[in-house]
């Protein structure tokens, strides 16, 4: 019976362990959808709807891993559409890093578009918790 309750016991903190690391105990990039209006008429914002199979938070973003992933972001209907178009794309993301998206349209007149990294900046607070992450 010790056995059992020595067993569960250290299952249990293992699992808390687990449980207790969060998307900011480790180097992390944001992926975000960029809500700055461009100059260029072709260039509009769109709306990151999940990141490796795993939906955004609110506010349209992402807290990830450094690494690659498959980012799926919607442009919703536009002006003269009734449907949402969708893109998914692999993005490569850096340790520190946040990234804005937007689409940039074929032409004013189409649903065609390609999905875009506008900007990307560098998050100064995980550089500072992080120092080795550059």
Known sequence: MKR?????????AAAAATAATGPFDQ??????N???RS???NVIGVIVNRVDEHNAMPGNRAVVPPGTHQVTVDVPPRKGFHTASQHTFTLVTEPCTRYY???????Q???QWDPIVRSKERIGECET???KAR
Do not use: G, M, R
């Open 4 to 12: 059992i309750l020595i067993a569960a016991s250290v299952l249990c």
């Open 27 to 32: 180097p992390y990039s944001i992926i975000e």
């Open 34 to 36: 960029d809500t700055v």
């Open 39 to 41: 100059a260029d008429p």
């Open 101 to 107: 998206l937007s689409a940039k349209l074929a032409s």
């Open 109 to 111: 007149v189409t649903q």
């Open 129 to 131: 918790k992080f120092a």
